[in-house]
């Protein structure tokens, strides 16, 4: 019962984000500070996860193809399709669940705790669509935008490693990069990454924005918004792979 009430207030609060707003201009700010907390925000974080990530799927995979009937060019093929298909937008994406979930679960249910929210209704504003829209559409823009970042040095990282460590030439990992190359990969990566963003920003919205209580609810609510969204993002993983592979 408990699941099919908060799925009822998520689809209250979600129609509710769709009305006239009263200044565009003020929602434009929003959604413009939104943009830059996510991406920029997050910029760092996953340039660190990508390239650390890219590196050991290289060095990983080198130490299991040890028969010298199979090219080197395989490395970089394996390394490539990990990266593109799974590592870049689903890893990326749980840690940006950690990082910008919680970020948005804590700030709405402070609103809510200090009454906040309360005030700006008082005032005539629809708080559902100021304070919930601009974060769900920066999340939308931002993500996938991160996630190509992700891919690519994902893939730069893991040339790095490989030549760095001797395993294998920068350019025989090149050629590696180019061959079979599959564009419906990035496709489907970016597929991924705009349901992702949804969860990212949505589920976290709406356990800060119904958050009752004091601060020990907001922690409650960050964590249960955090965990709610890792769980949704590995079931969509899973459903968006049956479906589109």
């Known amino acids: 019962m408990k699941i099919i009430k ?17 200044n565009r201009k ?59 298909l799974e590592f870049a937008p689903t890893l990326s994406c749980i840690v940006l669940a950690g990082v910008v979930g919680s970020k948005i679960a804590s ?5 809510r705790v200090s009454e906040q929210i309360d005030a700006l209704e008082i005032m005539g504003i629809n708080t559902k669509a100021y304070l919930i829209l601009p974060k769900i559409l ?35 990992f090149d050629k590696g990069v180019l061959m079979d190359f599959l564009p419906y990969n990035v496709v489907f990566a970016l597929t991924k990454s705009f349901v992702f963003a949804f969860l990212i920003t949505a589920i976290p919205a709406f356990y800060g924005y119904y958050v009752k209580g004091g601060a020990l609810e907001i922690g409650k609510a960050s964590t249960r918004a955090v965990v709610v969204a890792c769980v949704l993002l590995l079931l969509a993983d899973y459903v968006l792979s049956f479906l589109m592979l």
């Open 6 to 22: 908060e799925f009822g207030l998520f689809i209250k609060m979600f129609n509710g984000m769709f009305r006239t707003p009263e």
């Open 26 to 84: 003020m929602y434009w700010k929003q959604f413009m500070l939104q943009c830059n907390d996510i991406g920029i925000g997050s910029l760092g974080i996953i340039t660190i996860i990508s390239v650390f990530i890219g590196a050991v799927s290289t060095l990983q995979t080198a130490y299991q193809l040890v028969s010298p009937i199979i090219p080197k060019t395989t490395i970089a093929q394996i390394v490539r399709d990990s990266v593109i």
């Open 107 to 111: 700030e709405l249910g402070n609103m």
């Open 138 to 172: 920066a999340g939308l823009i931002m993500i996938p935008l991160l996630i190509i970042i992700s891919m690519v040095l994902g893939i730069w990282g893991g040339r790095l490693a490989g030549n760095l460590s001797g395993i294998i030439d920068a350019s025989i």
